[in-house]
């Protein structure tokens, strides 16, 4: 039983590039969400999925996509990365909003 | 004003000591809580949920005043393990969603 899983670990890129954050959960959680952790603030919700094919945006969705297709699998798009997008972001997964939150061990992102 | 507001610390204290955090929120209509605690660079994880009356696990205890809007955390005969950031979170059922704080950083030392 892995928990939630998180590729890449670190990643760096250029102004403007896209790439996909994975986030893989084995514990048949129905609930996931993304998260971004800035210094000095808490973490801010990017987009959450309460179930495969059903998702909505939080806090912070701008500049961000994601997809449900399966129970397992969030991934997070950036579709042109900017430098306010360097951020620690986090994928969760919980049996619902209000219920524990399992978090991934993150992605570093730097945008130059 | 934020919604979750917390003194980011850092509480220095020695092995042994006892030490409080408090987290206010805005939101009265805010009906769950949680502390989570998270190592540097590592992910969060659910330290313990806070009830109405009150809980306590082992030397934590969570206290929750809904009339002042506030929930606190009380770390006992502290140790080095104890070390990390602590975060309070509550579910927010007008924006149905969970916020978090920025979080308590508590340093202990020998």
């Avoid at chain 1, 890449?8 to 609930?31: I, R, W």
């Amino acid at each position: 039983n892995a928990g939630v899983t998180q590729t890449p670990k670190f990643q760096v890129l250029k102004t403007g590039q896209s790439m996909t954050l994975q986030c893989a959960q084995d514990m048949n959680h129905e609930y996931m969400s993304w998260y971004r952790q800035d210094p000095g603030m808490g973490l801010r919700l990017i987009h959450y999925s309460v179930g495969a094919g059903i998702t909505d945006q939080g806090e912070v969705p701008n500049g961000y996509n994601v997809s449900r297709s399966t129970t397992e699998d969030f991934p997070l798009r950036l579709l042109s990365a900017a430098p306010s997008q360097t951020s620690v972001y986090f994928c969760a997964s919980s049996q619902g909003q209000q219920e524990t939150q399992y978090f991934g061990p993150g992605t570093r992102l730097l945008v130059l | 004003r934020k919604e979750v507001e917390q003194d980011p610390g850092p509480f220095n204290v020695p092995e042994g000591a006892t030490v409080a955090f408090n987290c206010t929120y805005s939101n009265s209509a805010s009906q769950s809580f949680f502390w989570y605690r998270q190592d540097c660079r590592k992910e969060p994880k659910l330290l313990m949920s806070v009830y109405s009356s009150g809980n306590e696990d082992g030397r934590f205890t969570a206290q929750l005043n809904r009339a002042s809007q506030y929930i606190s955390l009380l770390i006992r005969d502290s140790k080095l393990s104890d070390s990390a950031t602590y975060l309070c979170v509550m579910f927010s059922g007008g924006y149905n969603k969970l916020i978090f704080g920025a979080g308590t950083r508590l340093a202990v030392h020998p």
